[in-house]
């Protein structure tokens, strides 16, 4: 008779072999394998609550239109647990539905559980009380996903999931007791059986069967820890998050084509861009000091949901020749031949001189308040958000009253400063100058978060906007609230306020937080021509020096009634709130550069090639009303600034203007004939451009 052992062992076989039976994905050192192929897999980062649902299934096919295989999303929570272990999955927060959505469009999912995520989010802490949610929300997710069915060996679209992330730097930094944290995630992790693999991404001791990833700018350096896992590239940067007071950061597709092609090449067989549709950080969800409210990212689908071109349609093109050669690039490896080479205290005391006031904080702006009056107001940087307000203190005879009022622009992100401060707390305050000399305060330390009695009254609601008197606006008042009905605008246009006319604050619409605005922070940094070839970093191609860092703030259209909107300000510094307009979104000017002897991916394998062909679209419902430049020959420049070359057809605007006024989409042939004949035979010829749609 078999033991009891025996039997149990039996069953834990027999078990394991299901397990392995049903196992679709799985992967080797070449590439993660679905359903017995390997596959090279484009992905890229959609944040669902960084957009409404509405435009969901929008952004979801442009991203299928661009050639990706995968979503990659992280699970966002939104800092309510309404019940223990209940967590907030309503609206744009409903990871259900727009996994499903993605299932719908046929591609699939990679799946960043986290819980901690960074991704400029508010909410991602590492204190202990998260840590001991971690397993709680860890397990209540993958149960979730696998009783609607979502992982791949049921019908459902994930194939992948990530637990953690980026903490390897943190195990440089803190040694073995970060070791042993990150080796509890993994098996915890792993005793989930989602069946689909598990990667960790800047993790360089992931454990097996957990693969070790890349994120960067470029990772064509990195192989992973164990020559059995394939090369996996989670976080492709598109280019960077736009903080309040810095420039906003682009990086032009030329560059990072080239490092997605090279990492390819040296064998990378995932990559997912970091962000594919950055979107809008609504509400206070921004996290990390100075966040600024558009995740945009320079994305290929912008923060409004449209297609920002050459980046979509470019990289669009690379996937296309990626996958011409996915059989090959799969199979075996290549053959490398080398070529060679506050608040509040009170004080008193007066003489004639007026005294210095010197205040510390780890928040990141601050109003300073003598009896009752504004009377300063400092902040800090992205790079160095604590501050120092320093300035005279026009005090009295007698008691005076101090107030500060710290504000946090989101927390501090811990897991990249290794550091734990707690944002709007005040230092030390000292007041210098008095004639006793110097004297160091104790304050009573509080935090306070900015509008908390006005939100406490619900001002930004149609009920607690209609429980308060509210008076003629004021210009320039700092720290008021501002209310005003308006109209949904005609279309379907994305919108967005124009905020240029304020300074700090925040807005709501119907009650929905729309963000905070900080237009009045002007950019600061090095602004220039930018050159795509050469290393690339977030420094590197920046504009808005001088101006703000974000003047548009997205409103959701499905936010908005037809009619009698209430949209509520909270406005800190003091502005002109009868300046602030809404203003449609739409892609004015396209333009297209096409060489005679472009490639055709269609007939790439024929020796007779198509002839290259410029194709000019606009969005939906609009149509092509100007030629604002057109040449067939060599012309310069770029989008936005073309100037006719050395050589340059007579006829090119004629044909433009004939094939395409008027409608929504052209074609041009770029062949000499179309243009009348060869203006400059023996050269290569390039069709150059720019139209607008109205
Ligand atoms: C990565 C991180 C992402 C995001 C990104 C910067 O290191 O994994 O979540 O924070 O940096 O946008």
């Known amino acids: 008779m078999a033991s009891a052992a025996a039997l149990a062992a039996v069953a834990v076989m027999v078990a394991m072999l299901a397990a392995e039976a049903s196992a679709t994905i799985t992967y080797d050192r070449k590439a993660v394998v679905?359903?017995?192929?390997?596959?090279?897999?484009?992905?890229?980062?959609?944040?669902?609550?960084?957009?409404?649902?509405?435009?969901?299934?929008?952004?979801?096919?442009?991203?299928?239109?661009?050639?990706?295989?995968?979503?990659?999303?992280?699970?966002?929570?939104?800092?309510?647990?309404?019940?223990?272990?209940?967590?907030y999955f309503e609206g744009r927060y409903d990871l259900v539905r727009f996994i499903k959505l993605v299932k719908q469009?046929?591609?699939?999912?990679?799946?960043?559980?986290?819980?901690?995520?960074?991704?400029?989010?508010?909410?991602?802490?590492?204190?202990?009380?998260?840590?001991?949610?971690?397993?709680?929300?860890?397990?209540?997710i993958v149960n979730m996903m696998k009783s609607e069915g979502l992982f791949e060996w049921q019908g459902g679209p994930i194939i992948l999931s990530q637990i953690e992330n980026e903490f390897g730097p943190l195990e440089w930094d803190q040694?073995?007791?970060?070791?042993?944290?990150?080796?509890?995630?993994?098996?915890?992790?792993?005793?989930?059986?989602?069946?689909?693999?598990?990667?960790?991404?800047?993790?360089?001791?992931?454990?097996?069967?957990?693969?070790?990833?890349?994120?960067?700018?470029?990772?064509?350096?990195?192989?992973?820890?164990?020559?059995?896992?394939?090369?996996?590239?989670?976080?492709?940067?598109?280019?960077?998050?736009?903080?309040?007071?810095?420039?906003?950061?682009?990086?032009?597709?030329?560059?990072?084509?080239?490092?997605?092609?090279?990492?390819?090449?040296?064998?990378?067989?995932?990559?997912?861009?970091?962000?594919?549709?950055?979107g809008t950080n609504f509400g206070r969800t921004a996290g990390g000091p100075f966040i600024a409210t558009s995740y945009d990212y320079d994305a290929p689908i912008d923060e409004y949901g449209l297609l920002r071109e050459p980046k979509w349609g470019h990289l669009r093109d690379l996937h296309?020749?990626?996958?011409?050669?996915?059989?090959?690039?799969?199979?075996?490896?290549p053959i490398v031949t080398s070529l060679g080479n506050a608040q509040q205290d009170e004080q008193f005391l007066s003489n004639g001189k007026n005294p210095t006031l010197t205040v510390m904080s780890a928040g990141h702006a601050l109003h300073v308040f003598i009896n009752g009056q504004l009377t300063g107001t400092v902040y800090g940087s992205v790079d160095n958000p604590k501050l120092t307000y320093t300035g005279d203190a026009k005090l009295w005879a007698g008691s005076n009253t101090i107030s500060c009022l710290s504000i946090s622009v989101g927390l501090p992100n811990v897991g990249e400063h290794f550091e734990t401060w707690n944002a709007g707390i005040l230092g030390p305050v000292t007041l210098h100058g008095l004639n006793e000399g110097r004297r160091d305060l104790t304050w009573q330390k509080w935090t306070y978060q900015v509008g908390l009695k006005g939100e406490a009254l619900s001002l930004h609601s149609l009920s607690g906007s209609s429980s308060v008197e509210w008076g003629e606006p004021m210009q320039k008042q700092p720290l008021a609230w501002y209310k005003a009905f308006f109209n949904a605008p005609d279309g379907?246009?994305?919108?967005?306020?124009?905020?240029?006319?304020m300074g700090k604050g925040q807005i709501w619409i119907n009650g929905q937080g729309i963000g905070r605005y900080w237009p009045g922070y002007k950019a600061f940094g090095t602004c220039g021509s930018c050159d795509y070839r050469g290393e690339y970093d977030d420094k590197k191609c920046q504009t808005n020096c001088g101006d703000s860092s974000q003047r548009w703030y997205h409103v959701p259209r499905s936010w908005l009634n037809p009619t009698g909107n209430l949209l509520v300000i909270f406005e800190e510094w003091g502005g002109?709130?009868?300046?602030?307009?809404?203003?449609?979104?739409?892609?004015?000017?396209?333009?297209?550069?096409?060489?005679?002897?472009?490639?055709?991916?269609?007939?790439?394998?024929?020796?007779?090639?198509?002839?290259?062909?410029?194709?000019?679209?606009?969005?939906?419902?609009?149509?092509?009303?100007?030629?604002?430049?057109?040449?067939?020959?060599?012309?310069?420049?770029?989008?936005?600034?073309?100037?006719?070359?050395?050589c340059h057809a007579h006829k090119s605007y004629d044909i433009f203007w004939k094939?395409?006024?008027?409608?929504?989409?052209?074609?041009?042939?770029?062949?000499?004939?179309?243009?009348?004949?060869?203006?400059c035979p023996g050269k290569m010829k390039r069709a150059v451009v720019e139209a607008v749609c109205s």
């Open 105 to 140: 469009a046929g591609l699939y999912v990679h799946l960043r559980i986290g819980p901690y995520v960074c991704a400029e989010w508010n909410f991602g802490t590492d204190n202990e009380p998260f840590k001991a949610e971690m397993q709680k929300f860890t397990t209540k």
């Open 320 to 333: 296309k020749a990626i996958k011409l050669c996915e059989p090959a690039l799969v199979a075996g490896d």
């Open 659 to 679: 094939n395409c006024i008027g409608q929504e989409r052209c074609g041009v042939s770029v062949v000499p004939d179309v243009f009348g004949g060869d203006p």
């Open 34 to 87: 679905v359903n017995g192929q390997r596959r090279i897999l484009l992905s890229g980062s959609i944040h669902y609550p960084r957009s409404v649902p509405e435009m969901w299934p929008d952004l979801i096919q442009k991203a299928k239109d661009g050639g990706l295989d995968v979503v990659q999303t992280y699970v966002f929570w939104n800092g309510h647990e309404p019940s223990p272990g209940q967590y």
């Open 492 to 501: 379907d246009e994305p919108l967005a306020l124009d905020m240029s006319s």
């Open 576 to 646: 002109d709130p009868t300046g602030i307009s809404m203003v449609k979104r739409t892609t004015g000017s396209i333009c297209a550069d096409v060489s005679e002897w472009q490639p055709s991916m269609k007939n790439w394998r024929t020796k007779d090639y198509e002839k290259a062909k410029i194709h000019l679209q606009c969005d939906h419902g609009r149509k092509i009303t100007d030629i604002k430049f057109a040449s067939f020959g060599t012309p310069e420049g770029s989008c936005g600034s073309y100037s006719e070359g050395g």
């Open 175 to 278: 040694g073995e007791p970060a070791k042993a944290y990150a080796s509890w995630a993994a098996n915890m992790a792993l005793a989930l059986n989602t069946g689909v693999p598990w990667v960790m991404c800047k993790e360089d001791d992931a454990p097996d069967p957990i693969i070790n990833t890349c994120n960067g700018f470029y990772c064509d350096w990195f192989s992973p820890n164990k020559p059995h896992k394939p090369t996996m590239w989670t976080e492709a940067w598109t280019a960077w998050y736009t903080g309040f007071g810095i420039p906003v950061p682009h990086r032009p597709v030329e560059d990072l084509a080239y490092g997605v092609a090279k990492f390819i090449q040296k064998g990378g067989s995932f990559v997912n861009y970091y962000m594919y549709h950055g």
